[in-house]
């Protein structure tokens, strides 16, 4: 496809998409569990989440699971 991930990530709702890797945005209701770098939204499909990422994703998880 010629639409850029960038550019689709700025067109989805930033409060249900993210961006966790340079070639992944994962919808974040989606998401079962997540373990040593890896997002899973089912038992065996995963994504994983980048250096660049994994900072912003651990701070969505600080701040929406802080009390689990």
């Given at each position: 496809?010629?639409?850029?991930?960038?550019?689709?990530e700025a067109?989805?709702p930033?409060?249900?998409?993210m961006?966790?890797?340079?070639s992944?945005i994962?919808n974040?209701?989606?998401?079962?569990s997540?373990?040593r770098?890896?997002?899973?939204?089912s038992?065996?499909?995963?994504v994983?989440?980048?250096?660049?990422?994994?900072?912003?994703?651990?701070?969505y998880i600080?701040r929406?699971f802080?009390?689990?």
């Open positions: 496809t010629l639409f850029r991930l960038k550019n689709m067109a989805l930033s409060e249900q998409f961006r966790v890797h340079r992944y994962v974040l209701r989606a998401i079962r997540y373990v770098g890896r997002i899973f939204l038992d065996t499909e995963y994983p989440i980048g250096e660049n990422y994994k900072e912003a994703f651990q701070n600080d929406h802080k009390n689990l």
